[in-house]
């Protein structure tokens, strides 16, 4: 395929906005990013630049530069169609853009991030059928480490993206749910053995999961900082919504888990009263809930539908807008708690379990 170029205008547009234009034609000349390549379009030469030169190009102008520290996020709720896909999608291709080495761990037995990072795409065109079932059953993943069949290098995939890596969803996640029951510390695999490992090569791990409370999923929460939880803006969500809350709350409780959680309004039409009641109600009511969120729309669609984060199909929408500033708002929330581990962590390493009881005990007595 012909290089795809990114022109200035679009450029600018996608890191923040059009008043970017010059700077990056400043950092040009004094060689902090990479040369523009002059292109054809239509009748017209133009200027920019290929995906390959983007990221650097993010980690000096745009607005979602790397944490702190090293983040896992899961991103869950126990409602399907609600934008979690598209979110870790969005989330994953904007860090990547930015710089961030990012590693997606698929959870979903649906694949849909899979799909959504063009893992195996060419594979619907190859006309030997033989060839391709061989294919597939060459993709190892999570799986296959849990057999000790592969490690963990063996398993992470690379994308359309230099600096984003993937570790596909196979059909063998299915019978990896069930082995997980049967293990000691059932609910710490994914962290130990997956997630903390991956911290320590990646800026930010994402784990897409699927709407089910099953083993994958209560391994994502106890690997997470962040958990990323979509809240639809639809009457029959609200229902939903209050059992999830209180599932989850029990599950971090008896867990001692002290990920962040980010609510994320999702699917609210500008023009529907009860949608926008819905909205307003979750922003009063929810904590952690998230002042801006993803509303219905046709080229959010057609962003996911063609693999693409919003910022890279439509930089100058008003929808794409939206997205920077929710992720600016969720990258706010991440290195907030990035600062309150820190301040927590130096007491809670030192507490022995005698001292944490006898810590518990002073507070009872109180
Ligand atoms: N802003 C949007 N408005 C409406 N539909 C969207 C938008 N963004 C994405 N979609 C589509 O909504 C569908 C469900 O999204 P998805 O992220 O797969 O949900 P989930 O992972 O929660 O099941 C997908 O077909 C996706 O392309
Ligand atoms: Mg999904």
Same mark, same amino acid.
């Given at each position: ?48 630049? #290929?995906?390959?030169?983007? !990221? ?71 006309? %030997? ?29 690379? #994308?359309? $993206? ?5 570790? !596909?969803?196979? !059909? ?23 997630? %903390? ?30 958990? $990323? ?35 994320? !309004? ?23 809930? #998230? ?19 919003? $910022? ?22 991440? %290195? ?15 507490? #022995? ?14």
């Amino acid at each position: 395929m012909a290089n795809q170029y990114f022109s200035l205008k679009k450029t600018a547009e996608m890191f923040g906005g059009q008043h970017l234009k010059e700077r990056i034609e400043e950092f040009e000349k004094s060689g902090v990013i990479p040369p523009s390549s002059r292109y054809r379009s239509g009748a017209l030469f133009r200027k920019g630049w #290929t995906i390959n030169d983007l !990221p650097t190009i993010g980690s000096k102008l745009g607005f979602f530069k790397k944490f702190k520290k090293s983040t896992a996020m899961a991103v869950f709720t126990t409602k399907g169609g609600v934008l979690k896909s598209t979110l870790a999608l969005n989330l994953a291709r904007t860090a990547a853009l930015h710089g961030q080495k990012v590693c997606v761990v698929g959870l979903d037995i649906q694949g849909d991030i899979t799909t959504a990072l063009g893992f195996e795409s060419d594979l619907d065109n190859q006309e %030997d059928l033989l060839e391709v079932i061989e294919k597939l059953n060459r993709t190892k993943g999570l799986s296959d480490l849990f057999n000790n069949q592969v490690r963990l290098t063996e398993i992470i995939q690379s #994308t359309d $993206i230099a600096n984003l890596y993937l570790i !596909p969803e196979t !059909p063998e996640l299915v019978a990896l749910n069930d082995s997980l029951s049967n293990i000691n510390r059932r609910e710490f695999w994914l962290k130990e053995k997956v997630v %903390d490992l991956l911290k320590e090569h990646f800026d930010l791990v994402i784990m897409d999961c699927s709407p089910n409370w099953n083993k994958l999923t209560t391994n994502a929460l106890v690997a997470c900082d962040v958990l $990323i939880s979509p809240l639809e803006c639809k009457i029959n969500n609200f229902r939903n919504f209050r059992v999830f809350r209180h599932f989850l709350k029990e599950f971090k409780d008896e867990m001692r888990l002290r990920f962040e959680n980010v609510f994320i !309004p999702t699917r609210y039409s500008k023009n529907r009263k009860l949608s926008q009641d819905i909205l307003s109600w979750y922003r009063e009511n929810v904590p952690g809930c #998230t002042d801006h969120g993803v509303r219905e729309n046709v080229s959010g669609e057609e962003a996911t539908a063609l693999n693409l984060s919003l $910022i890279e199909h439509v930089p100058g929408q008003e929808i794409a807008k939206e997205m920077r500033e929710l992720l600016k708002e969720v990258h706010g929330r991440v %290195d907030q708690y990035h600062e309150y581990v820190e301040l927590r962590e130096p007491d809670e390493v030192m507490m #022995t379990p005698r001292d944490q009881y006898q810590h518990e005990v002073r507070q009872w007595s109180f």
